[in-house]
């Protein structure tokens, strides 16, 4: 009996890290949804987490006769793969779950929009167009950090970048699909917040991109500290 006794306090200490992970992880999606936003609505049709939107853009832009934009699309999916690269790289000797490397991570990934926030609104509204590439690859850079380290957390279907995968195990899983058990809460919800994100960061564009970005970094360090805090224990990253 007194095996067991210990056991349930453990398994719901785990219960709580996890649904705190979860939490944490749909935090990042809805800044995601912001910075992207700011990336496509004010500096020049760039996705800083959205990397499929940016090489189909570049497909595109190939018979586009210059009306659609190759420098920032390049750049960021440059800079999103060296963010990823840097953050695989810090996190592979790290055990499954958050860790303090984690936390540094994530640190620096919102030191990167704040960076940028204060940039932004340092050239006023609307941006100049000379910062705007550089912007963009700085928020890119950190959006590939956060996904490399949100893929070593490894909270099932929260990517924090793209709800694509989210979107098909939803649809596939559902009544009208495969009928399967799904977790349907988690899903639904970094479908929405992306989304609400975007609208977010799209509403505060209006004022100055810098206030969305500079929010994006705000949310970001809130969800490392919190998580620095908890140290949750995931599930393993997938290999």
């Not at 559902?174 to 960061?201: D, E, H, Y």
Request: one cysteine or more.
């Amino acid at each position: 009996m007194s095996g067991l006794t210990r056991q349930r306090p453990r398994r719901a200490s785990a219960d709580r890290g996890r649904r705190l992970g979860t939490a944490l992880m749909l935090l990042l999606t809805f800044t995601t949804g912001m910075i992207d936003a700011v990336g496509y609505l004010g500096l020049g049709k760039v996705f800083a987490g959205n990397m499929t939107g940016n090489v189909v853009i570049l497909g595109m832009a190939v018979t586009d006769s210059g009306q659609l934009p190759i420098t920032g699309p390049a750049l960021s999916l440059v800079c999103f793969a060296s963010g990823a690269a840097i953050g695989g790289r810090a996190l592979r000797a790290a055990a499954p779950g958050w860790s303090g490397k984690c936390t540094v991570l994530l640190g620096g990934v919102a030191a990167a929009p704040a960076v940028a926030g204060a940039a932004l609104l340092a050239v006023g509204h609307p941006p100049r167009p000379w910062p705007g590439p550089a912007v963009s690859g700085l928020l890119a850079l950190a959006m590939g950090a956060q996904a490399a380290t949100a893929r070593h957390i490894a909270v099932k279907d929260v990517t924090t970048v793209v709800v694509t995968s989210t979107m098909t195990g939803l649809a596939a899983d559902s009544r009208w699909g495969a009928r399967r058990a799904q977790p349907w809460v988690r899903r639904l919800s970094a479908i929405a917040l992306i989304s609400a994100g975007a609208g977010v960061g799209a509403l505060l564009l209006r004022w100055n991109a810098g206030w969305a970005v500079t929010t994006a970094a705000v949310l970001t360090l809130a969800a490392a500290l919190v998580g620095h805090r908890a140290r949750y224990a995931g599930e393993p990253a997938p290999r």
